[in-house]
């Protein structure tokens, strides 16, 4: 994996948890806190992971952490906000940030899925589908989320959403 490739995907997570500690330190509603906190974490260890590919090139042993309780807990708090039917009051900044995130994950997906057709190393092109999986679950969970704060009538449970499953 040429170090150019290692370092746009590590540059690109760490902007991904960037943004979701900036969306975490905005939100005032503690589900949504708690939801850009988690995501933020998973991006992290992303570029960790990501990272650490120059360091065992040999054994080519990285894995990505898996938190599938993470993932529940976020499908859960999501399904509790939705039961709540509460209003969500979100400036429209924050909610064009929601956006933004949202259309750098599709941009994320789709730029590691390319990278894996082109990549001839098995390990970072099994990473690279990985990464690109998780950042469609990522997309279609960030998309829910928007069209929950913009569109509140709308049920969470839906198609789209079972997508942030892994």
Same mark, same amino acid.
């Given at each position: ?11 690109k ?6 943004l ?29 992971a990501?990272?650490?590919? %120059? $360091?065992? !090139? ?7 952490? @898996? +938190?599938? /309780?993470? =993932?529940?807990n ?14 969500f ?16 994950e ?6 590691? %899925? $390319?990278? !894996? ?7 970072? @092109? +099994?990473? /690279?589908l =990985? ?5 469609k ?10 069209e929950?704060?913009?569109?509140p ?10 997508q942030?499953?892994?």
């Amino acid at each position: 994996m040429g170090k150019s490739i290692q370092n746009i995907v590590v540059e690109k997570e760490k902007k991904m948890e960037q943004l979701y500690q900036q969306l975490a330190l905005e939100s005032e509603h503690p589900g949504l806190k708690n939801i850009f906190t988690m995501l933020a974490k998973m991006e992290g260890e992303h570029a960790v992971a990501f990272g650490d590919m %120059s $360091e065992h !090139a040999q054994s080519k042993t990285v894995e990505v952490d @898996k +938190e599938p /309780l993470e =993932e529940e807990n976020i499908k859960k708090i999501l399904v509790g906000m939705k039961n709540s039917n509460e209003i969500f009051d979100i400036p429209t900044s924050q909610k064009n940030l929601f956006k933004a995130v949202r259309d750098f994950e599709k941009e994320n997906e789709l730029f590691y %899925s $390319e990278m !894996a057709k082109k990549e001839p190393d098995k390990a970072t @092109k +099994e990473l /690279l589908l =990985e990464f690109a999986k998780e950042e469609k679950g990522h997309y279609y969970l960030m998309n829910d989320l928007y069209e929950m704060i913009s569109a509140p009538d709308r049920t969470i449970e839906n198609a789209e959403f079972n997508q942030i499953e892994r």
